[in-house]
């Protein structure tokens, strides 16, 4: 076994910033198709989805 630390951002932003990204994605997906399974694929893909939700539907906040 090696003693790296293993480091990077890990998968689509990785960290407590890929958290909150997939969170608030999980979040929009389900505001907008009230689908468990979109709001899963949603939350994989992160900020890609929320940037996606701003420029579709001009709000970041569902409402």
């Given at each position: 076994?090696?003693?790296?630390?293993?480091?990077?951002?890990?998968c689509f932003?990785?960290?407590?910033?890929?958290?909150?990204g997939?969170?608030?994605?999980?979040?929009?997906?389900?505001?907008?198709?009230?689908?468990?399974?979109?709001?899963?694929?949603?939350?994989?893909?992160?900020?890609?989805?929320?940037?996606?939700?701003?420029?579709?539907?001009?709000?970041?906040?569902?409402?």
């Amino acid at each position: 076994m090696s003693d790296e630390k293993k480091s990077g951002c890990g998968c689509f932003g990785g960290g407590i910033f890929g958290s909150v990204g997939a969170v608030i994605a999980a979040l929009l997906s389900w505001s907008v198709n009230h689908s468990l399974l979109w709001a899963l694929i949603h939350a994989f893909f992160s900020w890609f989805y929320v940037l996606y939700h701003w420029i579709q539907y001009g709000t970041i906040m569902p409402g």
